[in-house]
């Protein structure tokens, strides 16, 4: 044992760094960075907020479409079944009486193209404005799904390597009282011992024994919930690394102020309040006027027969500007500026709620963490005792100096230590999670780990 500020404890070697992939066979073991590789290149949820940030760029694209130059070509082709009839009124030429004329001709083809290009136009300025407030948002929530993952991957990791422990350990008894039961049997067929002193001990050598059968159940479980956690198909079949085993020197939590400007629940909040921001600005100028510049070049044609209608062209050409002014929208325009408005301040309000339950969140974590490490020392110790007393029953026992229900009682005393210890090794894991987690470094912390 090192010293009190730094305490060796025995874990498993589950966090290698080297990605060890996976065979369909099942025999290359996960580690658990493996595990997490996997999982955020396999889960669903991967691909869904991959395509969202897809789709994000390309809403990024038709925003900045609306201000880019439009190009629109136009034909027709018409046959004035009857041509329109047009007035001259009485006097003019000198005749007393109104004129009727029908003019054109049977057929007209027209062409033209057209560019538009809008000079001024708010809403569309504060749309490009919103463009990279978008990306980095679907950025983020990329981030955040990894995240996600990555701590959903890490506990159900945990939980298979904690039952495999859970195994070695009982294992390791089940041989002890078989080693035992094998003794005990030639005292009973010397008739040294009693009867119900054999039966105790089998009923105890029993117990241990449903208990891997049930451990084997459980295991199988957990690596099913670790193949949903990461993607893999339930048809697959998988292992973790647990057969090495190293000693890690295991420091107190340090003390921390709490600080959660790195979460990424914050970042987010904090990108969508200024997203709401652009939005409420834009809903402002909606009632402004807009403007817009056009060209347009484009020729008619026109004939009494359908094949001469194509043999004459006369071209034209047009350059101007349109200015549109809403005067009259029903208060729609300032109803839904107020409703933004009003939107935006009930956000800031929620993000201010927010905040104070990411500190409590943090604070609350590393005070878990901390309860989790002692415990964790505590539990190791008390094993390391308990283990101490059981080996010492065992040779008393042999020896004739100690009684069979003394030896049994401290076998159950190390069994309850081990259990402990096993209970408050996953508890720390999973608080060192969450405490990362709560500071927004889990995915930091995940790639120092070795």
């Known amino acids: 044992m090192s010293q009190t500020s730094r305490i060796a404890i025995v874990v498993l070697s589950m966090l290698s760094i080297a990605f060890k992939g996976y065979s369909q066979d099942g025999k290359q073991p996960f580690t658990l960075k493996s595990s997490i ?3 955020l290149k396999n889960n669903p949820t991967s691909t869904i907020y991959n395509n969202q940030a897809e789709i994000s760029r390309f809403n990024n694209r038709l925003a900045l479409a609306s201000y880019l130059p439009k190009i629109n070509g136009n034909a027709t082709v018409d046959y004035n079944a009857k041509l329109p009839t047009t007035i001259m009124p009485a006097g003019v030429f000198g005749n007393p009486e109104e004129i009727r004329l029908s003019l054109g001709n049977k057929h007209q083809n027209g062409a033209s193209v057209q560019l538009d290009q809008k000079v001024f136009d708010m809403s569309s300025a504060y749309s490009l404005t919103a463009m990279k407030k978008n990306l980095e948002l679907a950025q983020l929530q990329i981030l955040k799904n990894n995240e996600g993952l990555i701590y959903q991957t890490a506990t159900a990791y945990y939980q298979v390597l ?72 339930m048809s ?83 350059v101007g500007v349109k200015l549109t002014v809403p005067i ?19 956000m800031k309000e929620t993000a201010k709620l927010n905040v104070q339950n990411f500190l409590l969140e943090s604070e609350n974590a590393n005070t878990q963490l901390f309860s989790s490490y002692t415990s964790l020392i505590t539990n190791k110790e008390n094993m390391q005792l308990a283990k101490e007393v059981h080996e010492a029953s065992n040779l008393e026992y042999k020896e004739g100096t100690s009684s069979l229900t003394d030896l049994l009682n401290s076998d159950y005393s ?23 987690k709560s500071k927004g470094t889990l995915t930091d912390y995940v790639n120092q780990l070795k």
């Open 37 to 39: 590789e996997y999982s």
């Open 162 to 233: 904690i039952i495999g422990q859970q195994q070695k350990l009982l294992q390791e008894n089940e041989k002890q009282y078989a080693d035992l039961l094998k003794i005990l049997k030639l005292q009973y067929d010397k008739g040294v011992i009693k009867k119900m002193d054999y039966d105790r001990t089998r009923v105890a050598y029993n117990n241990i024994t449903a208990q891997l059968v049930l451990l084997e159940t459980n295991k199988k479980l957990a690596l099913n919930q670790l193949k949903v956690s990461i993607g893999m198909p």
């Open 236 to 318: 697959e079949n998988i292992t973790i690394e647990e057969g090495v085993e190293v000693e890690m020197d295991v420091a107190p939590p340090a003390a921390t102020t709490a600080d959660v400007s790195k979460r990424l629940d914050f970042l987010i909040q904090d990108q969508n309040i200024m997203l709401k921001e652009i939005h409420v600005k834009t809903l402002k100028v909606a009632g402004l006027p807009s403007l817009t510049a056009y060209a347009r070049y484009g020729a008619n044609a026109y004939g009494n027969d359908f094949g001469q209608s194509f043999d004459r062209w006369f071209d034209y050409s047009a």
């Open 328 to 346: 009259f929208n029903g208060m729609s325009v300032y109803s839904n500026y107020r409703i933004g408005q009003l939107d935006l301040i009930n």
């Open 414 to 436: 190390y069994k309850e230590a081990q259990s402990n210890y096993i209970n408050s090794l996953l508890n720390y894991l999973t608080s060192k999670m969450q405490y990362e």
